[in-house]
């Protein structure tokens, strides 16, 4: 499982992709807006900064004026996937995209059933979100494995990206399931990192190399 991280900010996406793991970045109007820059001025520069694909997000409502805007995103940079959400607009803006040989990430999927749909329009990758899906009581991680489940038994080659990360084993759950991303926040990669008995073993091991040395 490729790991993508979830964020418009620069200095935690330089920070992350500096540890050599990175393949990619989602962003989504809430981050991008957290940041207050200009949209796409943020998106070329993350595509400077990483060598993978990176998600920008439609805003209009209508298939039209999606694809207008996908042409505009897409011309910042070869890397650009446009994020799309999967309303019966964002199915018809999907499958012209396909026709015009743009990448599409289907973006806001809550179920199998919305999975499978923008799949069949021709999306390149689907989000379920996996986070929000547990936030209403119900299983983010079992809408993921049936995701997996029906795309293996169709021999579907639309990539499957475990969205809305909130914890590390959320992201060690997906790739047991077998999706092929996990796009991760910041906090949470900075999490994944980390364990006690890693900083543990440094300090014993320094405090040891010096006793011997003395
Ligand atoms: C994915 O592409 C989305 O940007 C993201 O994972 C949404 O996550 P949230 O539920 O933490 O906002």
Redesign the pocket.
Known sequence: MRIFI?SANIEEIREINDMGFLAGV???P??VAREGRDFKAVVQEICTLVDGPV?AEVLSLDAAGMVSEAGELAGIHPNVVI?IPVTEDGLKAIRVLAERGVKTNA?LVFSAAQALLAARAGAAFV?P?I??IDDTGNDGLGVLEDIVTIFDQYLIDTEI?A???RHPMHVVESAKIGAHIA?V?YKVLKQMVKHPLTDLGIERFLEDWKKAKM
Do not use: H, Q, V, Y
Request: glycine share 6%; net charge positive.
């Open positions: 979830d989602t962003t989504n809430t981050l998600s994020k973006t989000s979100f986070g929000r990206i969205a809305s990360i796009t926040p």
